[in-house]
């Protein structure tokens, strides 16, 4: 499909000040490390909880996870910002760079968008202008002057579980983010429609704003996860990511035709790829991620959910459309009401010429 095809979508662009350490568990669930990262599927089930106390739950499913068609409402995984930068998970079939002497590029897990730009307009990045943050793996401008700052780094706190019948005491260490100032979490929520956006555009920032006083992650009991008020920015996909580029020549300079690059999806949350999502699996560049978590329902709290694997942020998948990806029941046999693990796309479209 070529890239004037693509048709824009209304979104918000939404940016939490973390307020508190925040904790993100990873796959594996050990409490010494954390995700850095707030998938998408965290992001749904968070909003899901809101919207619950908000009494809106059930006509919310059936908009999304439960009704017919694709979801109304999709969700990015959020990223980090510093500042006026917004770091995301580069396509995977760019990144990384060739080998550098001065960068180690492959240790960067996040990339300024303005640097993702220049990769999708076939520039090199000049090693002589960026480092790579140790702490929060991401791709920093090499500062003129000052030390270097990214947007978080990991720490662990001290915690102790205590056993009410005996009175034994468990210390352990939790892992977090901790932020530094001018920096936070953004992601985009995506509406299928213009009547989509106007149905749901303000329930979602009114559970974001209960989000930002209850918390989003682990830990909230300690009073972990919450954030400022957050901010909202309206506008439309893909042109609040990339605006749209030049109109390519289409004829060289002997008059015969160009090749037209194909458009590929740069995926930036998590996809579970619906039954009518045509992918091509021999090419584009992808990676799995498997998850699992805890049920958080008054019915029956803290049961495992079933396992499912998903494709992860920054692949770069080969469709005739954006894939729209689905929503599937996770919970374990026997539970009293189905537990949504979502899966929906958010993909920016990209020109592909296939992997360097």
């Not at 909003?47 to 068609?69: I, K, N, P």
Request: proline fraction near 11%; aromatic fraction near 8%; glycine fraction near 10%.
């Amino acid at each position: 499909m070529p890239p004037d095809a693509v048709l824009s979508t209304p979104a918000l662009l939404v940016r939490l000040r973390p307020t508190a350490p925040w904790r993100l568990g990873p796959d594996c669930g050990s409490r010494d490390r954390v995700e850095p990262v707030c998938h998408s599927d965290t992001l749904y089930s968070a909003v899901c909880s809101a919207l619950d106390r908000l009494g809106m739950l059930e006509e919310w499913l059936a908009a999304t996870a439960a009704g017919e068609g694709p979801s109304q409402v999709r969700f990015s995984s959020a990223f980090p910002f510093l500042g006026d930068t917004l770091f995301v998970a580069p396509p995977r079939h760019l990144w990384p760079p060739p080998p550098s002497s001065k960068v180690r590029w492959k240790g960067a897990r996040f990339v300024p968008l303005n640097a993702v730009g220049k990769l999708l307009e076939g520039a090199a990045l000049s090693e002589e202008n960026w480092v790579v943050d140790g702490a929060s793996g991401c791709l920093l401008p090499l500062p003129s002057r000052g030390a270097l700052r990214g947007p978080f780094r990991i720490a662990t706190r001290p915690a102790a579980a205590v056993d009410r019948q005996t009175g034994a005491i468990e210390p352990h260490l939790t892992a977090c983010l901790e932020f530094c100032g001018g920096a936070g979490l953004w992601f985009l929520a995506d509406f299928a429609s213009a009547e989509a956006f106007e149905r749901w555009s303000q329930p979602v920032r009114a559970a974001f704003r209960l989000l930002a006083d209850s918390g989003i992650g682990g830990e909230r009991s300690r009073g972990w996860g919450r954030s400022a008020a957050p901010e909202f920015e309206t506008g439309c996909l893909p042109e609040m990511i990339f605006a749209p580029p030049p109109a390519p020549a289409t004829l060289d300079e002997a008059g015969e035709p160009l090749p037209r690059p194909e458009t590929a999806w740069w995926l930036l949350s998590l996809l579970n790829p619906a039954d009518s999502d045509r992918i091509d699996w021999q090419r584009g560049c992808y990676s799995i991620a498997e998850r699992s978590g805890r049920i958080e329902s008054p019915q029956r709290w803290g049961e495992l959910k079933r396992r499912l694997r998903l494709i992860a942020e920054g692949s770069v998948l080969v469709a005739g459309h954006a894939p729209a990806g689905t929503a599937r029941d996770v919970a374990p046999e026997g539970f009293p009401h189905p537990v949504y693990r979502a899966g929906f796309g958010v993909a920016i479209p990209i020109p592909y010429r296939g992997a360097a």
